[in-house]
């Protein structure tokens, strides 16, 4: 739908697809939030209790993690899209966005939104920065355990293995704390495009790169590709 809206001349979009958008986006933003912090956990269990990781981060731990992340994150959404679907909308309902985000479809409320807007901060404390809570605990207990390693190799290789995670949590959760946990404001609209870029675009396009770039073949073939280029 952002797609052919970019391309095309309509610009427009039903109701039904804009909720649906909306609460899509919304649930797999919130899914991203959780799992990173679950990420970070694994991480802490794998550097500071190696020995007993496969103990502790067993099958049926990682099932559970992954269906609370995601029943958690779908069921927050929905009540966040109901409480922002069921305000009146009188018109006109010209979205200032690429695609149907809330606090711009909240501005096309044409009664107070305050409510709505306690509740999606609310849902943003639970949601956002629990997880992102439980990231700098882990890693903190992270940093200290690598501390304590008196080889050079052994923090760099400790290091590494928190690199391509981190690098993700700066990228996604500084997009979408700024995004959903300050003030709303007319000033805001044109800001809050750019950041929204970030955490619906740029963000999932560079996660494969990313994580990919610490695999060895995935080096090999790059190291390759490059010289290949120059040749």
Known sequence: QMLSNMVGRKK??????????????????????????????????????????????????????????WSSSFLSSMVINVLTLRLPYCGPNVLNHFFCDVPFVLKLACTDTSLTELVVFIFSIIIVFIPFLLIVVSYARILLSVLKIRSASGRHKSLSTCASHLTVVAL????????????????????????AVFYTVVTPMLNPLIYSLRNQDVKGALRRAIAKQRM
Do not use: W
């Open 172 to 195: 996604f959760y500084g997009t979408a704390i700024f995004m959903y946990m300050r003030p709303q404001s007319k000033s805001s609209r044109a800001g809050g495009k750019i950041i």
């Open 12 to 69: 427009t979009i039903p109701f039904s697809s804009c909720a649906a958008q909306m609460y899509l986006s919304l649930s797999f933003g919130m899914i991203e939030c959780v799992l990173l912090g679950v990420m970070a956990y694994d991480r802490y269990v794998a550097i500071c209790h190696p020995l007993h990781y496969t103990v502790i981060m067993d099958r049926n731990t990682c099932v559970q993690l992954a269906a609370i992340s």
